[in-house]
């Protein structure tokens, strides 16, 4: 990078944390981990949706744009048909090995990472990155995952091979070992630092794996009996106030599709515009986010753009937006 070494980009906030001021963006349009290739515009279709301006109108900086190349395997299926297979593998490892470096190399240029999507088995390269710079610090991090689905799957249960259903579970260090072992160490994040909000669409064998996790499940039932501030102080208690920073992976399709109805797997009854919103405000108001994944973004199946939109929305709600 050319651009000078400034003393930090951090602003230091009346209680005395730092928040950094600068974004670092990071294209990943993989579709290696499911059948929906359509979600390989997924970046595209947020830059139409004017990402960058729109973070810019926030007060922040974009020190750098970087895009991950990913290869065209949209012959995906036929490449790999044995059942308990997961498909694709070589390929989504060495995307993950750039996305993980890129993320580091974010955090450790004190700005931001932003990983837009793509489907969620780039959450693996992001976690692994996340999880190597407080690694090499001796710090932790917490993670919050926000999904219809668990995408707690091993090879071993997963109906369909597709890695995009696994990530959380290779981040916790079950599946793959290429995936699994990515930058040497596993897991990549302790379940305790870990929750898992909105989900309502769970495999079978998928229940009792959220369940054996260790991870601070919410169910859509959850959200509706106690209500998303309820959840998301709950989710930051449970992981703990000895973090020195939050990573944030938001698949859409936890919104409703009524709302968001451009992603690849919808499900209906999912939170609501502002409970989504809400909630990243909330962990926002932490001072906490340094890394956010938004994935599963599929501009084929979207109507005028408005899921993309929307997915820009949030990115900004993450980012501290407030109304007021
Ligand atoms: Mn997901």
Redesign the pocket.
């Known amino acids: 990078m050319s651009s000078p070494k400034v003393s930090s980009n951090a602003v230091v906030e009346s209680n005395g944390v730092k928040r950094s001021r600068a974004v670092t963006l990071i294209y990943c349009p993989i579709h290696l981990g499911g059948p929906h290739a359509g979600v390989a515009l997924g970046p595209g279709a947020m830059k139409v949706a004017r990402l960058v301006s729109r973070i810019k109108a926030l007060g922040y900086t974009v020190q750098k744009e970087v895009s991950v190349t990913v290869p065209e395997v949209l012959t995906w299926w036929e490449k790999s048909t044995e059942p308990k297979h997961s498909r694709c593998v070589p390929e989504i490892a060495n995307v993950s090995q750039a996305v993980a470096e890129a993320v580091e190399q974010a955090l450790e240029n004190d700005t931001i990472a932003i990983t837009i999507g793509g489907?969620?088995s780039l959450?693996i390269g992001s976690i692994a990155g996340v999880s190597n710079y407080y690694r090499k610090r001796k710090e932790e991090f917490g993670l919050v995952?926000f999904?219809?689905?668990g995408?707690i799957n091993t090879p071993d249960t997963s109906p369909s091979g597709n890695v995009?259903?696994m990530?959380?579970a290779i981040s916790l260090g079950q599946g793959d070992e290429s995936l699994v072992k990515l930058n040497g160490f596993s897991p990549k994040v302790q379940p305790r630092r870990c929750a898992l909000i909105g989900i309502r669409d769970l495999d079978t064998a998928e229940t009792d794996l959220v369940r054996q996790s260790g991870v601070l499940p919410f169910t859509m039932r959850d959200v509706d009996e106690q209500g998303i501030k309820s959840i998301t102080d709950q989710a930051l208690k449970s992981i703990g106030a000895d973090i020195q920073g939050l990573h944030v992976?938001f698949?859409l399709?936890?919104i409703d599709p009524d709302v968001a109805p451009g992603v690849s797997?919808d499900s209906r009854g999912g939170l609501t515009y502002r409970e989504s919103h809400f909630a990243l405000e909330l962990l926002a108001d932490t001072k906490m986010v340094r890394s956010i994944d938004i994935?599963?973004l599929n501009p084929t199946l979207d109507i005028k753009n408005r899921t993309a939109e929307l997915a820009v929305d949030l990115v900004q709600s993450a980012l501290g937006k407030n109304i007021l």
């Open positions: 489907d969620h959450a995952w999904d219809a689905h995408d995009h259903g990530p959380f992976s698949d399709d936890v797997t994935v599963e």
